[in-house]
């Protein structure tokens, strides 16, 4: 038995978002993978799990006014949602994706002024909140349909912060 083949460099997992399709790409792959991350999540928790989940949580809500968007805490988060299904290979996905998980830093996701910036920082943790206590919770479908949630309006937002941002014009 010979050993499985490591991901070519420039791998579709791999590859860093050029544009707004290429992250609309990537939202989809996410999609696929961390909406049942989620309901595993909250099969599978155990308290470490939740510690981790909610200081992750607490991190994003300290680094919300930061240039950096609260990129590295949102990537921490879906990590540790990751770890709490108990199957490193969801944690591999996440880590595999670096940086790239979390596109607005990458899209230099300009604000027009820092209320803007906070205001989109926290409808992105309302989201996080769902997802979390239905992980809490030990609600899986739940877990499922926050993660769909949080997941579909980051692809809604990076469209229409595209449309803004090529227009000048709010969508």
Do not use: C
């Not at 199957?87 to 790239?100: A, H, I, M, S, T």
């Amino acid at each position: 038995v010979s050993e499985a083949p490591s991901p070519a460099p420039g791998s579709l997992v791999m590859r860093s978002p050029n544009d707004i399709a290429d992250v609309i790409e990537f939202m989809e792959l996410r999609m696929s993978v961390e909406i049942e991350a989620a309901g595993l999540a909250a099969e599978r928790r155990n308290e470490t799990d939740l510690l981790r989940i909610e200081q992750a949580m607490t991190s994003f809500s300290r680094h919300i006014e930061d240039k950096a968007m609260a990129s590295d805490a949102d990537r921490a988060l879906h990590r540790s949602i990751a770890q709490a299904t108990g199957n490193p290979k969801f944690v591999e996905f996440v880590d595999q994706l670096g940086e790239r998980l979390i596109p607005r830093k990458a899209l230099g996701a300009a604000f027009a002024d820092s209320d803007e910036q906070i205001s989109f920082l926290k409808k992105i943790q309302e989201e996080h909140r769902a997802i979390a206590d239905a992980i809490a919770d030990r609600q899986p479908q739940l877990a499922r349909d926050s993660m769909r949630i949080h997941l579909d309006n980051g692809r809604r937002r990076y469209r229409n912060w595209n449309l803004e941002h090529q227009t000048g014009e709010p969508r």
